[in-house]
Nanobody, 116 residues
Framework: QVQLVESGGGLVQPGGSLRLNCAAS?????????MGWYRQAPGKERELVAT???????NYADSVKGRFTISRDNAKNTVYLQMNSLKPEDTAVYYC?????????WGQGTQVTVSS
């Protein structure tokens, strides 16, 4: 059974940094999967933050370009999200997603709060 475990969320002041981690387990080979991060703020729909393909190609939401960096370590089945210059509007629950044709897995979410 595939399991995604996120970590690294927390409370940070505006302008600060956090790094989110998501480790996948459960017997599948995830190197061929797309891995990504999504977020959901209170009262809003879940939205894409960033994805990274099996070949390393990346895609970012316009709101985080230049501030966030997604990366992956296939040997560890782990995807990372480095978040710099955080803003209050980045406050949300951040979810890890791993997917490919016919398969789609989500983590349980980790809270990120940006506040002074």
């Amino acid at each position: 059974q595939v399991q995604l475990v996120e970590s690294g969320g927390g409370l940070v002041q505006p302008g600060g940094s956090l790094r989110l981690n998501c480790a996948a387990s459960g017997g599948s080979i995830f190197s061929g999967y797309v891995m990504g991060w999504y977020r959901q703020a209170p009262g809003k729909e879940r939205e894409l933050v960033a994805t990274i393909g099996s070949g390393g190609g990346t895609n970012y939401a316009d709101s985080v370009k230049g501030r966030f960096t997604i990366s992956r370590d296939n040997a560890k089945n782990t995807v990372y999200l480095q978040m710099n210059s955080l803003k209050p509007e980045d406050t949300a629950v951040y979810y890890c997603r791993v997917f490919t044709l016919g398969y789609n897995y989500w983590g349980q979410g980790t809270q990120v709060t940006v506040s002074s």
